[in-house]
């Protein structure tokens, strides 16, 4: 039993280690690379996506902005017109008293 412990301490020499180590602290700086570079890019396609929606907000804000204000300038034309009426029917009325 000695004989086999004494033959296994020799096989584990401390290059093997230092690689075994090295190579598992590469593996996981690399694992945590790749994981932070897709965070990042998820983060920028949620930012575009973003980006858009706003863009598509702010050009159906501006058209009804538009709409708006044609609408006022015809209401605005109505009540011009509808004050002119006005005031010749109260001269037609004035007139006829």
Known sequence: MYVHAATAAETSTWP?????????????????????????????????SDEAAMRQLVGRYEQLAENSLDAQQRVAADLSELR??????EQILRTVE
């Open 84 to 89: 002119s009426r006005t005031n010749a029917i």
């Open 16 to 48: 093997g280690t230092i690689f075994l180590l090295g190579s598992m602290g590469l593996a996981t700086i690399l694992i945590i690379a790749v994981l932070a570079t897709l965070h990042e890019f998820r983060k920028t396609r949620v930012l575009a």
